[in-house]
């Protein structure tokens, strides 16, 4: 999915690349695109101050909502119960069952990156040094340390078995995250370090950074993968295979069905000789010879013919 400023939603079909549909329904370029966790529901905000949500099933918009600004982000929940979008110094959380604001958060700055550590906690970062946890449920800010010198470029939330678990070598690793606490990666682009966070949901713990490194570079934007994204896809390769082994012998046990095999050896192949030569038929061939005489029969003569024209039969 893309949108663009010429206020259209493309949907693109992987591997061919080919545009398979484009939405239109903006009245001025589009600024935020987010799709639900369904995949069934996608969210498009624009400079038009509207932010609408498309039932993708039925390629049409589901309804219109009035936003108060010109959207620079937005994001879903991993369950896509909640949905934020984030205006200027303002951070709105949407429910989706109603589809209205539950909780608005007040910032002094711009907003810059947003991401769910659960369904219920939210971490904010902007252009300055600060970052914001809130609870969902209680409707406050739980905590709030300082990231990096200068601003908070990206945001994003690793998940609980990233880290754990064996490596692609088999090496057991030391798991990233534990059942009390997140893992909060954050990025900057004016001290270009990249820092991992140990973020707990209580009031009382301390944030505290557990690596960090220099990109070296100017850090604009921020993704994670894990290998536990490609299991969907390995598991449809693992069916597809194992259908297609399935389907193989199948077609193989009913061509040998149809074949019926004989076992020879060298005395069984002796005794067939024999039964051949037993079983062997005389073939006579009788010759049918007539008793009647052959009768000549003359043809008389025809005036005016020449002589060489007479035959007998």
């Not at 470029?153 to 534990?178: F, I, M, N, P, Y």
């Amino acid at each position: 999915f893309s949108a663009s400023d010429d206020n259209s939603l493309a949907v693109t079909k992987v591997g061919s690349w080919q545009v398979e549909k484009t939405l239109y329904k903006h009245q001025a370029g589009i600024t935020a695109l987010a799709i639900h966790p369904t995949g069934k529901l996608a969210f498009t905000a624009g400079k038009d101050k509207k932010l609408i949500t498309w039932n993708l099933v039925k390629a049409r918009p589901a309804f219109i909502s009035n936003i108060k600004g010109i959207a620079e982000l937005v994001v879903c929940s991993p369950e896509g119960t909640r949905y934020c979008v984030g205006l200027h110094r303002r951070i709105d959380v949407y429910s989706l069952s109603s589809a209205g604001i539950e909780y608005t958060i007040d910032l002094k700055c711009r907003p810059n990156a947003v991401t769910f550590l659960d369904e219920n906690i939210i971490a904010v970062g902007g252009e300055s040094s600060m970052v914001q946890v809130h609870s969902l449920i209680e409707k406050c800010l739980i905590k709030e340390f300082k990231a990096h010198d200068t601003r908070v470029r990206c945001l994003q939330t690793l998940e609980e078995s990233a880290g754990s678990g064996k490596d692609e070598d088999g090496v057991e690793g030391e798991s990233l995250t534990s059942n009390a606490g997140h893992v909060l990666v954050t990025a900057s682009s004016s001290d270009h370090m990249l820092k991992l966070w140990r973020v707990f949901t209580d009031k009382e713990s301390e944030v505290r950074c557990i690596g960090s490194v220099d990109t070296t570079c100017r850090v604009t934007c921020l993704t994670t993968w894990n290998l536990g994204m490609r299991g969907a896809t390995a598991a449809k390769k693992k069916k597809r295979k194992l259908d297609e082994e399935t389907a193989a012998d199948s077609n193989h046990d009913a061509a040998a069905k149809l074949v019926k095999k004989i076992k020879f050896t060298e005395q069984s192949l002796a005794d067939l000789a024999d039964d051949k030569l037993a079983a062997s038929e005389e073939i006579t061939v009788e010759q049918e010879i007539s008793t009647k005489k052959e009768v000549k029969v003359k043809k008389k003569k025809k005036k005016g013919m020449s002589s060489a024209n007479n035959f007998v039969v």
